[in-house]
């Protein structure tokens, strides 16, 4: 999840051109006292360049990129966004499966990809150091396969964090759900200073509890929730930072006294 970042440069050109809601400043000369001489003209001053939702230094956690075994995870900008929501528009899962709380899912990859760009502006705009949500893109070779999430609140307080994501269809059953947990994790439980991290999966999502436990996830309880309308079995599972070993080396970079503020962590840089 808005990869913050994360993101590398798209290499998009820089659009100057005037939008909705821009002003311009304007000059304007005195009015002439000869009234056979008309005021000059106003002389417009170009409008200034639009800026991406993601820019830093004023979005720190833009910075931050983990890598890790040919993935890099990084927030998304606004061109990688459009082209995570192409990807959800592509499936996610099987017609007769829903792995999710909130089926997003559902409905036509028109659909799915509005709901994908909205949930990451939204999470964008909750962003507070007490309370925030972190949702970066997986790219492999510069392509977005995949999103993970990590969230927290109070994470200098409890020491604690959430994960979730998905991976694209067309890239399951290549190892990308593992090694991006993996990163996530050895981000939160070493740079973030962790302790301990959560996640939890309906009984029928072989694949995600799958990940869960090689990564060393221990089971934490049961909940029944409402899924498209009928009760279903949630499973949840924790993991203590003692006891867990990144199967990857996971580089940071791009970590800053800002990010630090940034995520709740003042000074902590």
């Not at 869960?212 to 924790?238: C, H, I, K, M, N």
């Not at 080396?249 to 006294?257: K, L, N, T």
Request: aromatic share 6%.
């Amino acid at each position: 999840m808005r990869n913050v970042t994360i993101p590398a440069s798209t290499g998009s050109d820089l659009d100057l051109s005037p939008r909705p809601g821009d002003v311009s400043l304007v000059v304007v000369s005195p009015p002439a006292t000869d009234c056979h001489h008309r005021p000059a003209r106003p002389k417009p001053v170009a409008p200034p360049a639009r800026v991406e939702l993601v820019d830093t230094p004023t979005w720190p956690p833009a910075d931050v990129r983990l890598h890790v075994d040919g993935l890099v995870l990084q927030l998304p900008d606004e061109a990688r966004l459009t082209e995570l929501g192409a990807l959800a528009a592509a499936g996610v899962h099987g017609e007769d499966e829903m792995p999710f709380t909130q089926p997003w899912t559902v409905g036509t990859g028109a659909d799915r990809a509005r709901r994908t760009v909205q949930y990451h502006w939204q999470v964008r705009g909750a962003w507070t150091p007490q309370r925030w949500c972190w949702p970066v893109v997986a790219l492999q070779d510069g392509v977005v396969v995949a999103m993970q999430e990590l969230s927290a609140h109070d994470l200098p307080v409890l020491r604690e964090v959430a994960t979730g994501s998905w991976v694209g269809r067309e890239h399951q059953g290549r190892g990308i759900g593992t090694r991006m947990r993996a990163a996530v994790l050895s981000f939160a439980l070493g740079t973030l200073g962790a302790e301990h991290a959560t996640t939890e999966a309906f009984e029928d999502n072989a694949a995600s509890i799958a990940v869960t436990r090689r990564l060393g996830y221990r089971p934490d309880g049961e909940d029944r929730l409402v899924r498209q309308g009928r009760p279903a079995r949630s499973l949840r599972f924790r993991l203590r930072a003692e006891g867990f070993s990144s199967p990857w080396p996971v580089r940071v970079e791009g970590w800053s006294a800002a990010c630090a503020t940034a995520f709740g962590l003042v000074g902590e840089a």
